[in-house]
């Protein structure tokens, strides 16, 4: 089974900084025949379903705001908040759909 | 619109089974991917099961053997039977639609199973 580890599990930053939010895979998750990794980015604010942010590492789900921006190949990504709103503060997850469909364990990120 | 529905959640004794219901509306079940997803109070995401849109289908080594994933193709819904519960099965339980090669993109709002006797 390919195991998800995110870090950190929690972030704090102030309003209008930048947020970085690292996961790593066990195992690689690209899939050569098309050279896409398979590998999302989802938030969950309290209460609600996960929504998908990023997938293929890198492309942004239709309407998501485009200070939220994903990266990494193989088995290393970042996810990457240019600007922190106070409407991003959520649980970000990472999930890896190469084989099933495993999770991170969530970075919560809160408002310094 | 896309919308998923689940229901069948509530409180059950170890032991004891449950059928969750995850009703679609806005797109045919049995051409895409559906997934479960729990998540624990105040704990992650995690995956539980895979109904692929050939039928086939796929479980975390944690429900295996006591959890079963299934569609009915005339009511347009996906079901989790969850038999032998555990009281570390308490838990919401999301469907989700996945579109190959792209994740998860719609979700249900979920739906509380409890295990405690």
């Known amino acids: 089974d390919i195991v998800m580890t995110q870090s950190p599990e929690s972030l704090a930053v102030s309003l209008g900084e930048r947020a970085t939010i690292k996961c790593k895979s066990s195992?690689?998750?690209?899939?050569?025949?098309?050279?896409?990794?398979?590998l999302g980015w989802y938030q969950q604010k309290p209460g609600q379903p996960p929504k998908l942010l990023i997938y293929w590492a890198s492309t942004r789900e239709s309407g998501v705001p485009d200070r939220f921006s994903g990266s990494g190949s193989g088995t290393d990504f970042t996810l990457t908040i240019s600007s922190l709103q106070a409407e991003d503060v959520a649980v970000y997850y990472c999930q890896q759909y190469f084989s099933m469909y495993t999770f991170g364990q969530g970075t919560k990120l809160e408002i310094k | 619109e896309v919308q998923l529905v689940e229901s069948g959640g509530g409180f059950v004794q170890p032991g004891g089974s449950l059928r969750l219901s995850c009703a679609a509306s806005g797109f045919t079940v049995s051409r895409y991917y559906m997934i479960w997803v729990r998540q624990a109070p105040g704990k992650g995401l995690e995956w539980v099961s895979v109904?692929?849109?050939?039928?086939?289908?796929n479980y975390a080594d944690s429900v295996k053997g006591r959890f079963t994933i299934s569609r009915d193709k005339s009511k347009n819904t996906l079901y989790l039977q969850m038999n032998s519960l555990r009281a570390e099965d308490t838990a919401v339980y999301y469907c989700a639609r996945v579109q190959q090669d792209l994740g998860a993109d719609y979700w249900g709002q979920g739906t509380l199973v409890t295990v405690s006797s």
């Open positions: 109904l692929y849109g050939g039928g086939s289908t």
């Open positions: 195992q690689s998750v690209l899939y050569r025949s098309n050279n896409k990794n398979y």
